[in-house]
């Protein structure tokens, strides 16, 4: 039995302090708010992103406001980027205790229509860039012996079906079980991989589609009638990052309101 009378129960559970978390895409949407968020609950960040100049203003919000932060330049594509972004961080802070694998795009398109370039485009972004940059910071966490939590940015995508996502929808499902087999080779080794599928947010992704009265007449079809908001990924992140996931290996968790229950 927990004894939670202790006043620090709460931050031994979900604070970051003195860890180093990865964020990839941290210029916008997901990525940006996570970054916040686990700065603010104690996490050294390192913001990733294609365009440096992209995260610098934000890691300079979180450095004024008493956190640490750098700024780092990395296309999730490009192995060379990635490995440059890792030894940029491990060298500014030490280590990496925490991934968020985000970075993704979408280029929707029917099945019949979509080009060779769409499709490959969003593999290599929602897929194999999921791969590479886990890869790279897994072997840098058991390299230090210390563990580490990976969080992998799946979709309900991953789980359920839309029309013209083909690419996007098979992407996430790999990452799905990439992140299934991965916690199975590493969760020996410390690191805890799991992953999230969130439902509709709001940001740059779809934003143009959410805005349309297309757009807003299905997200009023769905079964939680609305999109969600960023903060209501906060719990997921939290609990997957630290100590409250300490027994939460290989699972990918939807936040999603319901949609997934897919009613008839
Ligand atoms: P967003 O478009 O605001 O963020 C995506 C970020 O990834 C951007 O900062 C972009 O610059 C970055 N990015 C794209 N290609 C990159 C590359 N090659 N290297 C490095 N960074 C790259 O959209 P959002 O919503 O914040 O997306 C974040 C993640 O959440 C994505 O993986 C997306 O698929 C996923 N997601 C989003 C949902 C939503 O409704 N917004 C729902 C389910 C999943």
Partial sequence: MVDSSHGDWLDR????TGRTALITGASSGIGEHAARLFAGTGAKVV?????RTRVEALASEIVD???EALAVEMDVTDRDSVEFGVETAVRRFGGLDILLNNAGIARTDRYLDMSEEDWLAVL???????????????????????GGSIINV????GLATQRRQANYAAAKAGVIQLTRTMALELGRRGVRVNAIAPGYVVTGINREFFDSERGREYVQGLFPGRPGELGELDGVLLL???AAGSYIQ???IPVDGGALLGSL
């Fill in 13 to 16: 559970l979900f604070r970051l």
């Fill in 47 to 51: 913001l990733a992103a294609r365009t």
């Fill in 65 to 67: 406001a008493g956190g």
């Fill in 124 to 146: 290599e972004t929602n897929l194999s860039g999921v791969w590479r940059v886990g890869q790279l910071v897994a072997r840098q966490m058991v390299s230090q012996e210390s």
């Fill in 154 to 157: 799946a979709s309900i995508l």
């Fill in 240 to 242: 997957l990052a630290g």
């Fill in 250 to 252: 290989g699972v990918t």
